[in-house]
């Protein structure tokens, strides 16, 4: 069985296939300092301007020696010291050997650095060594890592701190970069209060566009935030006509699904084209999308964890792609059951679960507690989502089960 039980679903594969193939990057670029450029999506691959390192320098430190002295095991004379940023800029010539620190620049004529620890004997400026030494020991070839006009980033990468420093070391100052994708964030409910205010019987916080403006910074987006509308047809036309008008894209929680005051979906049908209602995926069936004159509408359901699973797996990599990213599907492992979980067949489930490994290396799994879609204590203390699909039903301990680990810019 699959999503034709549930009259109207489409599976989540087929919901991500249908919106990343409705959406293309957009063509801003801006230049920026490289500090700048963590979490942003390059517009150009980047090349390597120089060598690294750009010269033979020691990974140690100890003595830098000609090789076929030290096998003569003659003592070698110590004729100078080569710092990091102070190179000995003689050559070592034959018999003699130069004191060295990491880092420091091999000097002409010697091929070989010796650990300080292996030094045996040392009288006035003669020195012994002991122990097993290979010719090229502890020396950092030029262009080792890195050699000149070789690529180092491809477009489109998205630039973490590693890659900030990895283009430090190049001396890459500015990098080009996609502009911020311009997200819209609202929630819809009269129900809903800002934090910082008195809650009245059937108010709750709206912790939603919280949530989703944390994500959406993690991810690296520009958040124009248009806080909460209450459920009027008229209030919510005007804020959305608004964010169309400034964003690229328009998220909204609530309001979504088939109750007497879900508006969103006739109002995104009358200002624009919906293109999609509920999705085989719990939480989060109700999830829609459509398009207004500028930008892409996706519409949340207000069920915090929907909320909160929707963006992950569905409007996340539709927003990448328009950021000029390429989104990668997630890496599942294969986990062992510690309890038995109920499901039945029809949509994809997405359970909150914690991972662990035992000492055999086999990975452990376990739900964090109970699953419902406002239920929010269960996320605290998970490190993964159990994925089950449509077709897979009720599971005993001891099973295997996918788990999708959760990763940065997600959870
Ligand atoms: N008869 C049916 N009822 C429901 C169905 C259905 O198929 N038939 N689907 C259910 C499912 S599944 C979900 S998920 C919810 C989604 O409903 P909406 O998207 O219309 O969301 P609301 O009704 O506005 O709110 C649902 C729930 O979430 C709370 N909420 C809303 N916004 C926020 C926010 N910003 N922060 C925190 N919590 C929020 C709201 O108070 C409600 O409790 O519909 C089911 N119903
Ligand atoms: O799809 Mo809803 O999120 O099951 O509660």
């Known amino acids: 069985m699959s999503c034709c039980d549930q009259p109207g679903l489409i599976s989540v594969n087929d919901a991500l296939n249908k919106l990343l193939a409705a959406v293309k990057p957009h063509a801003d670029y801006e230049e920026l300092p ?56 003689k050559s070592v010539e034959k018999g003699q050997c130069v004191r060295i620190m990491t880092g420091a620049p091999i000097p002409t004529g010697a091929d070989t650095v010796i650990m300080q620890e292996q030094l045996c004997e040392k009288r006035s400026d003669k020195v012994i060594f002991s122990g097993e030494v290979r010719q090229g020991d502890h020396v950092r070839l030029k262009g080792e890592d890195i050699k000149q006009g070789k690529i180092l980033l491809p477009a489109k990468h998205q630039c973490s701190a590693a890659d900030i420093g990895f283009l430090a070391a190049q001396g890459i100052s500015t990098v080009t970069v996609y502009r911020k994708l311009k997200v819209g964030l609202l929630s ?118 929907s909320a909160l699973v929707t963006f992950c797996k569905l409007a996340l990599p539709a927003m990448v792609k328009m950021t000029g990213g390429e989104y990668l599907p997630p890496n599942y492992l294969c986990a062992t059951l510690t309890h038995p979980l109920k499901k039945r067949q029809g949509r994809t489930e997405y359970i909150r679960s914690h991972y662990t490994s035992n000492n055999e290396g086999e990975l452990l799994v376990t739900p964090t507690g109970k699953q419902g879609s406002a239920i929010m204590s269960s996320l605290v203390g998970a490190n993964c989502f159990i994925v089950l699909d449509e077709n897979q039903e009720s599971m005993v301990a001891g099973e295997k089960v996918m788990i999708e680990v959760f990763q940065p810019p997600l959870l």
Not at 61 to 79: C, E, H, I, M, W
Not at 248 to 270: F, L, M, N, Q, R
């Open 34 to 89: 490289l500090p700048q450029a963590l979490h942003r999506y390059l517009a150009q691959p980047i090349y390597a301007l120089v060598d690294n390192p750009a010269w033979h320098n020691s990974a140690m430190d100890g003595y830098a020696v000609r090789f076929a002295d030290y096998q003569s095991g003659q003592p070698l004379t110590v004729v100078g010291t080569a710092l990091a940023g102070k190179p000995y800029t």
């Open 188 to 305: 819809t409910g009269d129900e809903l209060k800002a934090l910082g205010t008195t809650l009245h019987l059937g108010d709750i916080y709206d912790s939603n566009r919280y949530m989703l403006n944390a994500l959406l910074s993690n991810m690296g987006c520009d958040v124009h935030d248009f806080g909460i509308i209450a459920d009027n047809v008229q209030l919510i036309k005007d804020t959305l006509i608004k964010a169309n008008n400034q964003c690229d894209v328009i998220i909204t929680s609530g309001g979504v699904s088939v109750g007497e005051a879900d508006y969103i979906k006739d109002i995104i049908s009358e200002l624009g084209e919906l293109h999609l209602w509920k999705v085989a995926i719990k939480p989060g069936k109700p999830f829609a999308y459509g398009w207004l004159s500028n930008a892409l509408f996706l519409g949340l359901p207000g069920n915090p964890v």
